[in-house]
C-alpha cells in the first residue's frame, strides 16, 4: 500500500527565515494532496488540498510544490513567523486505498523563533 | 469554520477495561472516520463509516474495537477490553462527501493511555 515518508521530524527556524518540510509517496496513483496544520491541543486544520494536475500552489505566506516525476510534495512556509509554530501533515488520496482513506506522514514539529 | 469534538481530551485506564471515545462530528456531514497515532508515527485509518454501518476497515482495527453512531449523537470508538497497545492518539474525522480528495474535518484528538 502507499508509504509516506516525511522530513525533517523536527524543525526549527528563525522569524523571517523559510522553513522547508517535504513529504515521499510511493503509488504514482495517487492524485490528492493535502497539508495540515495542528497547534497545540488543537485539531488538525488543512492549509491546501492540490491536485495533481497543479505543480504550483499558492496559498497565504506559503508555497506547495507537487513533483508527480519524483512522487514528491513539498511545503515552503516563507517569511516564517512565530504562530507558524505547529505540527504540520502531508497527506495522499487515490485509487488504491479505501474511498475516503488518506494516508499521513509522521509529521513535522516546526518551532519559529524570534 | 466547521467544527469537530472529541470528549475526552485524555483518558487514562487499565488495560482490560473497556473505553469508549466520543466524536461530535460536523452537524451536515455523512461519512465518519477515526485513525490512530501512536506516539512519534504516523497516524492511521481504523475504519470509516456511513448510515450506521462500518463501511471499511483497516488491520489495525481489531475484534475488539467497533464503532456507532446510535440515533445521531455521538460517533463513538469503544475498545473492549484494552490493550497495553492501544495506548495512541484516536482521531475522529467527518466528511460530507466520501469521493477521494474528499475533505475530512478533524477533531482534536483524545489521548488514551493504557496502564
Known amino acids: 500500500g502507499e508509504q509516506v515518508e516525511q522530513r525533517p521530524p523536527h524543525l526549527s527556524v528563525r522569524e523571517g527565515d523559510s522553513a522547508f518540510i517535504t513529504c515521499t509517496y510511493t503509488?504514482?496513483?495517487?492524485?490528492?494532496f493535502f497539508w495540515y496544520k495542528q497547534e497545540p491541543g488543537a485539531s488538525l486544520q488543512l492549509l491546501m488540498k492540490?491536485?495533481?494536475?497543479?505543480e504550483i500552489n499558492e496559498g497565504q505566506g506559503f508555497t506547495v510544490l507537487l513533483n508527480k516525476k519524483d512522487k514528491r510534495l513539498s511545503l515552503n512556509l516563507t517569511a516564517a513567523h512565530p504562530g507558524d509554530s505547529a505540527a504540520y501533515f502531508c497527506?495522499?488520496?487515490?485509487?488504491?486505498?479505501?474511498?475516503?482513506?488518506?494516508?499521513f506522514g509522521s509529521g513535522t514539529r516546526l518551532q519559529v523563533y524570534a | 469554520g466547521p467544527k469537530v469534538l472529541q470528549i475526552p481530551s485524555h483518558q487514562i485506564i487499565d488495560m482490560g477495561q473497556m473505553v469508549t471515545l466520543n466524536c461530535d462530528p460536523v452537524?451536515?456531514?455523512?461519512?465518519f472516520y477515526w485513525y490512530k497515532q501512536i506516539l512519534g508515527q504516523q497516524m492511521e485509518f481504523l475504519v470509516n463509516?456511513?448510515?450506521?454501518?462500518?463501511?471499511?476497515k483497516s488491520k489495525l482495527f481489531k475484534d475488539q474495537f467497533s464503532v456507532e453512531r446510535p440515533d445521531g449523537s455521538y460517533f463513538t470508538l469503544k475498545i473492549q477490553p484494552t490493550a497495553l497497545e492501544d495506548s495512541a492518539v484516536y482521531f475522529c474525522?467527518?466528511?460530507?462527501?466520501?469521493?477521494?480528495?474528499?475533505?475530512?474535518?478533524f477533531g482534536p484528538g483524545t489521548r488514551l493511555t493504557v496502564l
Open positions: 474525522a467527518s466528511s460530507f462527501q466520501l469521493v477521494i480528495g474528499a475533505e475530512q474535518f
Open positions: 503509488d504514482p496513483n495517487s492524485y490528492y
Open positions: 492540490v491536485f495533481s494536475s497543479t
Open positions: 497527506a495522499v488520496s487515490g485509487e488504491t486505498q479505501v474511498v475516503g482513506q488518506l494516508t
Open positions: 452537524s451536515n456531514h455523512l461519512y
Open positions: 463509516f456511513y448510515n450506521g454501518k462500518v463501511m471499511e
